[in-house]
């Protein structure tokens, strides 16, 4: 089984959109963060070997901070930073730098707008505090997912989000024997705040690369790992 199964399911996909009640429960969770000029976001990522299961195969903390199109996230061992130059991934258990063209990563997890596209239906249950979103996703698509379920609270905000994936996956650490089941991740957001100041520099990318006559090498701290550099790709 991969060493990280949350990050092969998260970052095998890539925010939000307009499904009517659903849909527009969704602009308004879209527009609440995209007014945001900056935020820091705690979060939990649990994966799940099948979808009515309670047994918990993985489970992370996770941090996520935005500085207007910048932003930084980390999950257990592995960062992801995106600025205005590049777009980088640090996976500390590899010691390997992914280096790539600047592109935009978002607090959530799953393209919904593209998700919508391919909905059967869409249902909103109104759950006293929170209203869950489920989005049911037609048969025979290429989407990784059967259904997304997002939990916002009365103002919009989202407070969980869970997955369930389509397509079996083998949970056996053997390579022997197989081990099928449907996974889900749940993701928890915790503790938003909405205004966040980069005072630690995880938006520097000269803490993690240097260019130096257009090669790129790894910052002193990161001596001895590995660069992949794809900007020319």
């Known amino acids: 089984m991969s060493k990280s199964l949350i990050l092969l399911f998260l970052f095998a996909v890539s925010i939000f959109s307009h499904a009517a009640t659903g849909k527009e ?9 995209e007014d945001l000029n900056s935020l820091e976001l705690l979060m939990s990522y649990r994966l799940y070997k099948g ?15 935005r500085d207007g199109e910048q932003s930084y996230r980390k999950i257990d061992q592995t960062e992801f930073i995106n600025t205005k130059d590049y777009s980088i991934k640090i996976s500390h258990s590899e ?10 990563m978002d607090a959530f997890d799953v393209d919904i707008e593209t998700s919508l ?19 049911i996703i037609k048969d025979r698509t290429d989407l990784p997912f059967s259904k997304i379920n997002v939990v916002v609270d009365k103002k919009f905000w989202i407070r969980e989000m869970t997955l369930f ?10 390579y022997t024997n197989k081990e099928m089941d449907f996974p889900k991740i749940f993701i928890g957001y915790y503790d938003l705040k909405k205004k966040w100041n980069d005072k630690d520099g995880l ?27 794809l900007t020319n790709s």
């Open 51 to 65: 979808h009515e299961s309670n047994e918990v195969r993985e489970s992370y903390g996770a941090l996520f901070c």
């Open 203 to 229: 938006l520097n990318m000269d803490n993690y690369i240097l260019v130096e006559e257009k090669k790129i090498l790894p910052a002193t701290r990161l001596s001895g790992y590995t660069i992949l550099n």
């Open 117 to 135: 596209k391919w909905c059967e239906n869409v249902l909103v249950a109104d759950k006293g505090e929170f209203n869950e979103i489920s989005l």
């Open 165 to 174: 994936y389509s397509t079996q996956m083998n949970f056996s650490s053997s």
């Open 25 to 33: 429960f969704l602009k308004k969770v879209r527009a609440n963060y």
């Open 95 to 104: 010691k390997m730098i992914v280096v790539s063209q600047a592109s935009k």
